[in-house]
């Protein structure tokens, strides 16, 4: 049985209208990616990561966008109750109709491509690119960003050269890059990647999960960092 409320410690997460749930993932980007003034937040699922760019950036304004009715609310309310109030707007809209112009970008996207979808429909929206292709959320972030700014996302590693090479068709380069072990003797089983508008040094590190890279991202998070 799932978890039903995470606790951080500037904040309190409650997934029980969402299908995606508080994860690894989405904690670790939002520990790692970089804000700005205007933080745009997309797919935002339980608020997690735009809770966590909030409490990195109190000078940013962090816009959460999501399509899910139930996501919405779920975030609505994990805000609501949080510290960010001022800070953190949810909004039920789709990227590819969104406008404004963002310092950063952030997304943990959906990123089944080819795999059998489930009978749950919320679940499957969650998770499968169906509704928002890597390809639509390349366009729409190079779109949003801010020429200075970066769009920085969390990829299985198996889908990394798709995401790459969906975001090098649009016109983005690649800034920087972070593989994610469980162990430093099992290969990396996420990457977290970004993105900015002009030619730049690509910065690679690889982390694991525990290690002291680790602990440097999360530790002013989780309860026990």
Aim: aromatic share 10%; charged share 25%.
């Amino acid at each position: 049985m799932q978890k039903v409320m995470f606790q951080f410690k500037q904040f309190t997460i409650e997934q029980e209208l969402c299908a995606m749930k508080v994860g690894t993932d989405g904690v670790l980007l939002g520990a790692w990616a970089q804000g700005g003034r205007r933080v745009l937040d997309v797919g935002t699922g339980t608020g997690i990561i735009a809770l966590l760019m909030a409490q990195r950036y109190p000078e940013a304004q962090v816009v959460a966008i999501d399509i899910d009715e139930g996501a919405v609310r779920q975030a609505q309310q994990n805000v609501a109750q949080s510290a960010f109030v001022k800070q953190v707007s949810v909004v039920q809209q789709a990227v590819q109709e969104h406008q404004g112009e963002y310092e950063a970008i952030v997304s943990n996207p959906p990123f089944f491509i080819d795999s059998l979808q489930a009978p749950d429909e919320q679940r499957n929206m969650a998770r499968h690119t169906a509704t928002l292709s890597y390809g639509e959320l390349m366009k729409a972030a190079h779109r949003l960003l801010a020429d200075e700014g970066e769009f920085s996302v969390v990829v299985p590693f198996d889908y990394r050269q798709r995401m790459e090479d969906e975001a090098i068709f649009v016109g983005f380069f690649p800034s920087r890059v972070c593989g994610v072990r469980t162990t430093e003797r099992k290969p990396v089983k996420r990457y977290l990647l970004a993105f900015r508008k002009h030619p730049c040094a690509c910065e690679k590190e690889v982390l694991t999960i525990g290690d002291e890279r680790y602990q440097q991202l999360t530790g002013a998070f989780y309860l026990n960092g």
